[in-house]
């Protein structure tokens, strides 16, 4: 019994921190699930100019349900972590909400 809480205390210690990323919501459409686009800014190798970089993550987000009381709209900046696949393309999860967008 000790020996397998050890086991796994310490394959959870190799795993390391999972990523984590804040992002924008541009899609809210999806029961349980958001759509985040995450920019970064890198400099381009050969030459030197920075460069905008978009990359869009489906999150889970376990308390959003779209038609009848959605949590998260357009524009939220959400931080996602890092997660076992949920589903065929969710590999994040939404753990707080940063900013909430301006709702007319």
Do not use: C
Not at 74 to 102: F, L, N
Request: glycine share 4%; net charge positive.
């Amino acid at each position: 019994m000790a020996d397998e809480v050890k086991a796994q205390s310490e394959s959870k210690a190799e795993r390391g921190r999972p990523k984590m990323r804040v992002g924008v919501v541009t899609s809210n459409k999806m029961t349980k699930t958001v759509v985040v686009k995450v920019q970064r800014r890198v400099r381009h190798a050969r030459y030197g100019k920075y460069v905008t970089k978009n990359v869009r993550y489906k999150a889970h987000a376990e308390d959003h349900d779209y038609p009848k009381k959605p949590t998260l709209f357009e524009g939220d900046v959400v931080r996602i972590v890092e997660t076992r696949p949920a589903s065929k393309d969710k590999r994040w999860r939404v753990v707080e909400t940063v900013r909430k967008a301006a709702q007319i």
